[in-house]
């Protein structure tokens, strides 16, 4: 499917290679977004356990919600150079995101789980209790990891669909006023459905 962007052409995708600052940029702005996304995503979380449970809201908690989304952030950008999910990318689109959201849903729950052990090791808690906030059982684990997994869904959703158009494109369409700066073209005949 041929992609039409009216955007400068990417030295990577030229044949050319980025220089170490502008690699540094790239990967600065792609940890900013992910990091607000999450730190959005652990607030949220927070706030909602401390109403439901009937707590005040702490500031300590929505701190901790930052802290989070910085660690889980770099993570991700980990996870991404270690190409995790990268065989998911021959499959359709939506399999790829899916693939991505849940082995990363699993991750947070993974890291989550430490965190609170560490926690409670600090405190002096037993582990049991630690693990209370995270639903304390199995089925409450798992609920946890279920509404994690949904809420990564649109974001690689994002981030998969940017990777497939490229060079910034998706970006341009999202924040740019302009509707000429971005135009996606396919034409069926000539693509077809012979895949």
Known sequence: MPNVANTAADPAEAGGKKSLEERAVSELK???VITAYLWLLFALFSLHKELVQGLDISAWQQGFAI???LIFGKVILIGQALEVGKGLERRALVWVVLGKSLTFAILLLAF??????IRAWFEGKPLSEAFADLGGTLPGLLSYAAIFFVALIPFFAFREAGRILGNGALWDLFLHSDEKRFRLVEDWRKWGRTR
């Open 30 to 32: 792609e940890y900013a």
């Open 67 to 69: 802290v989070n989304a």
């Open 112 to 117: 989550h789980l430490v965190e609170e052990a």
